[in-house]
């Protein structure tokens, strides 16, 4: 903490706040000895941008023609934040707003020893910052600057809190540059701590399995969690009653059994083909389990989870001790087990097993206390970070627990990052396959294994990657060449999931806006995985096959074959083979809600689209040639709900036995 000479800092009321709420929070800056002169400015920030975004008076007239006290808003805009000074100077401030990420490195590593410049080392991450900028005349010692950052006067509900627990957060920081040098200082009563705790028992959530087999019993799992989908403040252990929707399947007589934070009942028995669902009744609600295929003859299983979750350790931080993420590895995978109801995980820590990070021994063993085989798979796995080269998580097919490692950089041997890591994971004692993500920030696809890039996130918590042109989901820039797309026109082959990356610890929590980053501002996704069984290795031979796809959050059912072949397959015929010209595609859908669209995408443009106007789909459809073609071809679905919800297909791709040249694309 500073001393006084760049003033003071307060926050009323400093907490404790609940996840999901709203308040008014008044942050008061009294000017210390040193003055705050004109042309100098106040800076503070909230501790991560799940708070609500300060909105502050928006000028009427061009800044450059009104200044100080006849500045006035205009009422067609929002406000939230606002002002008042107490000064004898004829002193005031303009008000504005930004994100920002404060990058220690910039400064220089030492810079955040120094007296005064403490609050480098805890300003990190992306964060809401309001500035106020002197203009006027120069405040004298002991004036005041007081912020109301969701005020009521306009705004009836206030600023919302974080909708996660946490305790401590990351800390409110007030800075001041006196003199217009540059120099931000803290001041004495930054930084402010506080404690975000969760709300009461408040969502009932449910869930069954997706595909189902007549006469084979499953079990159905409920739970209780606050607003924000995340641990209530106390465990529900009031009445839960469980009831068909359908005569399609059957209940057994027995209650459902405590299972750590949820409820399960075994022995839910299929007894129709079709599709149906189950009831969940609590105090505080009906929940009603996603839709289940139910069929005569089940093949294999289909499960969901993610393979994108960050735990404390997540881009571990030495200078504020901790990491760009929430909740501890053992945390994380409980909630994933006992909360969400996924059926695998894989904790990818970004940098975790570097020598600086203290959690690589933590998340391996971690790995390995949660597996249960046939109930709850659990993946060794790392984030790398590569910039123009992409992100790609690593997923290990097997889980031991090494020591810290250096991760492989660009050397004389390996001309770029990628290359590196890529040689890392050929050579590597463990069978791994990576997944690219959030490849339209910055990617350069010139670099590509596929043997061992065997899927892409085709959308997260950041948005949709599939697509420059038609894609509702992207709220971002869209550069050339960095889309899913792209990477198929490329002649790449890799399969299609969907993941989180939502920096918090809690894999399937899946609500809009509910993470640290403003860009992170759409529903964390899911993956599928068709498997024979719920085994580490079955799960990942079929992440391997591509034997998968990904969602928007929604457990929305897909299945796709072209000729028979699944997704994921690559097929090739003899030139002589009529398959390879007489091409029938199926598909089935079953929704959680309305279908808008179903969509066949071949070599990137649209093939054939059904509005099924109703919550299932079947879909046939016969691609014909004249004569067989001499490329290879691909084709996968796309599914875009009433709701917003959205699901794409692994491809499939079919051409000549032999050729791998890809057939011309349509764009991307």
């Not at 097997?398 to 050929?426: G, K, Q």
Request: hydrophobic fraction near 35%.
């Amino acid at each position: 903490m500073a001393d006084g000479h760049y003033g003071t800092f307060e926050m009323s009321p400093a907490g404790p706040f609940e996840a999901g709420a709203t308040a008014t929070i008044v942050f008061t800056y009294t000017v210390g000895d040193k003055g705050l002169r004109r042309g100098g400015r106040l800076r503070i920030c909230t501790p991560n941008m799940g708070w609500g975004e300060p909105l502050v008076l928006t000028s009427n007239f061009p800044d450059e023609l009104v200044h100080g006290q006849a500045r006035s808003h205009n009422p067609w805009k929002p406000i939230n934040t606002t002002f008042r000074v107490d000064s004898k100077t004829a002193a005031w401030v303009k008000l504005w707003s930004e994100e920002r990420w404060v990058l220690p490195q910039v400064l220089g590593k030492n810079k955040c020893r120094e007296p005064g410049w403490e609050w480098i080392g805890h300003a990190r991450q992306w964060r809401w910052w309001i500035n106020a900028d002197v203009e006027e005349a120069d405040f004298a010692p002991g004036d005041r600057i007081v912020i109301t950052y969701g005020d009521t006067e306009h705004e009836p509900c206030g600023v919302r809190v974080q909708p996660w627990p946490e305790d401590p957060t990351r800390p409110f920081v007030c800075v001041v540059d006196v003199d217009g040098s540059g120099e931000l200082r803290e001041a004495g009563g930054s930084p402010c701590q506080v404690s975000v705790v969760a709300g009461p028992p408040e969502r009932t959530v449910a869930v069954l399995p997706s595909v189902l087999g007549v006469g084979e019993p499953v079990t159905v799992r409920a739970s209780v969690l606050d607003r924000n989908l995340t641990h209530p403040r106390q465990r529900y252990d009031g009445v839960m009653t469980f009831a068909t929707v359908d005569d399609r399947i059957h209940l057994p007589q027995h209650d459902a059994a405590q299972e750590g934070d949820s409820r399960a009942l075994d022995g839910v028995r299929p007894v129709l083909a079709g599709i149906t669902a189950i009831e969940v009744k609590t105090p505080t609600g009906t929940a009603r389990t996603n839709p289940a295929l139910v069929l005569a003859g089940k093949a294999e299983n289909l499960y969901w989870g993610d393979l994108h979750a960050q735990s404390m350790y997540h881009q571990w931080s030495s200078e504020e001790g901790r990491g760009d993420s929430t909740r501890t590895p053992a945390e994380l995978y409980q909630y994933a087990r006992e909360c969400s109801f996924l059926d695998f995980v894989a904790l990818t820590n970004g940098a975790c097993p570097s020598p600086e990070n203290p959690g690589w021994e933590a998340t391996q063993q971690a790995a390995i206390d949660f597996y249960t085989p046939h109930r709850f798979v659990t993946f060794k796995g790392w984030e790398c970070g590569m910039g123009v080269q992409g992100d790609r998580c690593l997923i290990y097919r097997e889980a031991d627990v090494e020591p810290n490692f250096r991760i492989p950089r660009a050397s004389d041997r390996d001309p770029t990052f990628a290359h590196a890591l890529l040689r890392f994971c050929r050579e590597s004692k463990y069978r791994i396959i990576t997944s690219n993500h959030s490849f339209m920030k910055y990617l350069d696809w010139s670099v590509f294994d596929p043997e061992i890039d065997r899927i892409i996130e085709v959308y997260s918590c950041w948005g949709a990657y599939e697509s420059r042109a038609d894609n509702p989901l992207n709220s971002k820039r869209r550069p050339k060449n960095q889309s899913g797309m792209y990477a198929l026109s490329l002649g790449y082959t890799p399969g299609f999931v969907a993941a989180g990356d939502s920096h918090l610890g809690y894999p399937g929590r899946s609500i809009m806006c509910g993470d640290p980053y403003r860009c992170q501002n759409w529903k964390a996704g899911l993956a599928a995985v068709y498997a024979p069984e719920l085994t580490r290795e079955a799960v990942w031979d079929a992440l391997h096959a591509r034997h998968c796809y990904g969602t928007t959050g929604a457990r929305i059912v897909l299945r796709f074959h072209l000729n028979g072949e699944r997704m994921g397959s690559r097929v090739e015929y003899d030139a002589a083979d009529e398959r390879l010209r007489v091409r029938t595609l199926r598909a089935t859908v079953v929704g959680t809600d309305h279908i808008r669209r179903v969509d066949i995408i071949k070599n990137n443009a649209l093939l054939h689209r059904v509005e099924p106007g109703c919550d299932r789909a079947e879909v046939t459809f016969e691609d014909r040639f004249d004569r067989a073609p001499s490329t290879r071809d691909w084709y996968y679905l796309r599914v875009f709900q009433s709701d917003g919800n959205a699901a794409w297909s692994s491809p499939i791709w079919v051409g000549p036995r032999g050729v791998t040249t890809p057939s011309p694309s349509c764009g991307e």
